[in-house]
């Protein structure tokens, strides 16, 4: 299965007002500390089992 490449994403922070970039959608601001909830993103997230660190059994 091809993944398309991440796109890189701007948005004004909902909380200080502050020009953030961020990953398909998703962003935190580095100067508050805002993070907009996962779902709020461009794209699905992949589930854990496709994550290269992923290790059957445990749980972190």
Same mark, same amino acid.
């Not at 948005?11 to 398909?24: A, H, S, W």
């Not at 580095?30 to 461009?42: D, F, I, P, Y």
């Not at 699905?44 to 992923?54: F, I, N, Q, V, W």
């Given at each position: 299965?091809? &993944?398309a !490449?991440?796109?890189?994403?701007?948005?004004?922070?909902?909380?200080?007002?502050?020009?953030? #970039?961020?990953?398909? *959608? &998703?962003? !935190?601001c580095?100067?508050?500390?805002?993070?907009?909830?996962?779902?709020?993103?461009?794209s #699905?997230?992949?589930? *854990?089992?496709?994550?290269?660190?992923?290790r059957?059994?445990?749980s972190?």
């Open positions: 299965m091809t &993944r !490449a991440p796109e890189v994403t701007r948005t004004e922070c909902k909380r200080c007002g502050t020009q953030i #970039r961020g990953v398909n *959608g &998703r962003y !935190a580095s100067l508050c500390g805002w993070v907009n909830h996962w779902s709020e993103g461009h #699905r997230l992949p589930p *854990g089992t496709e994550d290269a660190d992923y059957p059994g445990r972190s």
